[in-house]
Each structure stands twice: as structure tokens, then as C-alpha cells.
């Protein structure tokens, strides 16, 4: 443990031992660096995530405790499982991710402030363009009304946002989450942290030395692509609605 923040090199990706990271602010690892697909690659694969706000040096995160959702624990309320059966949404996978992250940068914005900066935006962008970053989108008669986004990460998906327009509609991009990702055998979801919205969906707190130890396992895992392509998805088949 140390009191100091490391500063990147701005060419070497290496970053340093996530036990270097504050304890006040939670997580706080190293500064610096840039957003390149390399580093973003190098950082989830370590446990780590930018978070920064407009204006401020790029921030690099490592909290301990670490928000995560075991693929058996996802909560589903009785009001949204009775949407999802009656089929009130219908959902997509990689169709429209920019509409995704402007939306998520929106809606932020408009509330508590965004960490989703042009920077970032173009980061991720260019993350989904490789092939490392994925959406799911969420329509109600053909507007957008929810969504999520994040980055595979071996037999781990780490989530980035979430969005809605309409009431239970991030949720749902959840739970179609879930079910695509169990599917296609990834270990577990990486919320980052814990909020009392994700709580209702069944995330817990897990102590980062486990978080560590459970995505080193995870690197092993060997997972087929065509999971992501672009398509509809429909949860009739889905054990979390069939239940």
C-alpha cells in the first residue's frame, strides 16, 4: 500500500499493482497515459477503469470492495419479468452503440454530471469498432428507449453505462445481458461498483483481492465472437423469464 498516485508513462503500458490504489479515493491508481486501445485492453485485463471527469487528467481505478454479479444471482422484479414475458420491449445486440454511449453521456449530463467525455466517447467507439466493446439496446415501437455498453474482457464483461427513456428499460438491457453472456459461458459480470439500482438486480460487493483472483481465471476462458454479431435477441427461450 502507498500513499502516492502513479503517474503513466506515455508510452509504456504498464500499470502498477492494483494493491498501489488509494484507499481515499476509493481506488484511485495512476494518472496519465492516454486512451488508446491498447492501454484500455492492458487495464481491464488487470482490473482496472478510466473515470475522469471533463477537464480533468485521464484517472485510472482499482476499488476494493469490487461490484459484481454472479450469472445465477440476477434479480428480476415481478413487474419486469411480467414486461419481458409480455414482450413490451424488443431488443438488439451491436446495432446501434454510438446511440447507446451518446445517450448514457446524455442522460448523465443531464443529471449528476458525466465521466463520458469526447474523449471517452471516441475511445470506446473505436474499442467497439475492434471488437472489444458491445451494447445492447432496448426499443419500445421503434425508438430507443434503453441500453447499456461495455467492454468483453475474456470470460468477463465489464460494464460501462447504462441508460433509459422508459421505466425498467435499462433493466432489461440487463437481463438480456445476462442471458447473453451466461450463454456464451463468460465467469461473471464487472459492475465496478455497487449502486442501490444494481443491488435491486442482484450485485454484490466482492473484495478485490477475490476480484483479482476470480479475472485471472477468467483470462483462460475461451470465448466465441459470434456471441456479439449485430442481430435481434429475443429472451422467449430464456430460463430467466420462463420461471
Known amino acids: 500500500m502507498t500513499n502516492a498516485v502513479y503517474q503513466l508513462h506515455p508510452e509504456h503500458l504498464e500499470f502498477p499493482p492494483v494493491e498501489h490504489a488509494l ?16 492501454r484500455l485492453i492492458e487495464a481491464y485485463q488487470s482490473g482496472i477503469f478510466p473515470w475522469y471527469s471533463p477537464g480533468e487528467c485521464i484517472m485510472w481505478w482499482s476499488p476494493n470492495p469490487r461490484g459484481v454479479l454472479e450469472l445465477d444471482q440476477l434479480h428480476i422484479s415481478r413487474t419486469l419479468r411480467k414486461k419481458l414475458k409480455k414482450k413490451h420491449f424488443s431488443f438488439t445486440i451491436n446495432h446501434a452503440f454510438e446511440e447507446v454511449i451518446d445517450a448514457c453521456a446524455t442522460v448523465r449530463a ?6 463520458i467525455t469526447e ?17 445492447v439496446e432496448v426499443w419500445q415501437d421503434g425508438e430507443l428507449v434503453g441500453g447499456l455498453y461495455g467492454v468483453a474482457s475474456h470470460g468477463v464483461f465489464c460494464g460501462e453505462s447504462m441508460f433509459h427513456y422508459a421505466t425498467d428499460a435499462s433493466k432489461a438491457a440487463f437481463v438480456v445481458l445476462v442471458d447473453l453472456v451466461k450463454k456464451a459461458g463468460f465467469h461473471f459480470i464487472d459492475t465496478q461498483m455497487q449502486n442501490p439500482h444494481l443491488a ?12 483479482i483472483e476470480r479475472l485471472a481465471k477468467a483470462k483462460s476462458v475461451k470465448i466465441d465472437q459470434a456471441c456479439w454479431r449485430a442481430r435481434d435477441y429475443s429472451l422467449e427461450e430464456s430460463a430467466f423469464i420462463s420461471n
Open 110 to 115: 443531464e443529471t449528476d454530471g458525466t465521466w
Open 23 to 38: 484507499l481515499q479515493p476509493n481506488g484511485l491508481l495512476a494518472l496519465g497515459g492516454d486512451l488508446s486501445p491498447e
Open 200 to 211: 435491486t438486480l442482484g450485485v454484490v460487493e466482492m473484495p478485490r483481492v477475490e476480484f
Open 119 to 135: 474523449a471517452m466517447l471516441q475511445a470506446y467507439t473505436r474499442m467497439h469498432e475492434l471488437g472489444h466493446a458491445h451494447s
